[in-house]
T-cell receptor
């Protein structure tokens, strides 16, 4: 089955800096790669996603890049703010009904 | 529209007991997935139901089971509870189409003592 690895497990940045979280996946048939943000005590929420026919997608300060050949994708957050502090999960989907998640990255943005 | 609702929010059970968790998806969503979340383990996939049929299953023992009703509401059952079953159980609702957003419920926090 699919296996998703996520790095780093913790990331601390200064407000205004950029943050990058990387994920690799094992199943070349995976075609959908969402990113979820989970604030403390809250449910995970989708922040951005990308499909395999697209190499990059941006939404304001957030961007995701996908390299299908290397089987890795990354989340980029620019101009980080304290409210960006949360756990971020990447995921990959192959068959259209099963999301496999990475283990999460605890991002801390220091004021 | 109403979001995904999970009940109960918190449960405390004793080893050996069984427990049933409930998930009501967003109206019109036909797919419900269940995940176990523990510190350091991320979200581990349990199973997914679509139109009352189990469409996918993760690598959990048979003590973990589920079902889905005709109104798309889903239940998850864990029998013979073990201490290691203590976790946050999240369900996610999707329309059922491929590569669509999963909307999560608030989760049920299960503590086994």
């Amino acid at each position: 089955g699919e296996n998703v690895e996520q790095h780093p497990s913790t990331l601390s940045v200064q407000e205004g800096d950029s943050a990058v979280i990387k994920c690799t996946y094992s199943d070349s048939a995976s075609n959908y790669f969402p990113w979820y943000k989970q604030e403390l005590g809250k449910r995970p929420q989708l922040i951005i996603d990308i499909r395999s026919n697209v190499g990059e997608k941006k939404d304001q300060r957030i961007a995701v890049t996908l390299n299908k050949t290397a089987k890795h994708f990354s989340l980029h957050i620019t101009e980080t703010q304290p409210e960006d502090s949360a756990v971020y999960f990447c995921a990959a989907e192959t068959s259209g009904s099963r999301l496999t998640f990475g283990e999460g990255t605890q991002l801390t943005v220091n004021p | 529209k109403a979001g995904v609702t999970q009940t109960p929010r918190y449960l405390i059970k004793t080893r050996g007991q069984q427990v049933t968790l409930s998930c009501s998806p967003i109206s019109g969503h036909r797919s419900v997935s269940w995940y176990q979340q523990t510190p350091g383990q991320g979200l581990q996939f349990l199973f997914e139901y679509f139109s009352e049929t189990q469409r996918n299953k993760g690598n959990f023992p048979g003590r973990f089971s589920g079902r889905q009703f005709s109104n798309s509401r889903s239940e998850m059952n864990v029998s013979t509870l073990e201490l290691g079953d203590s976790a946050l159980y999240l369900c996610a609702s999707r329309t059922g189409g491929v590569y669509t957003e999963a909307f999560f419920g608030q989760g049920t926090r299960l503590t086994v003592v």
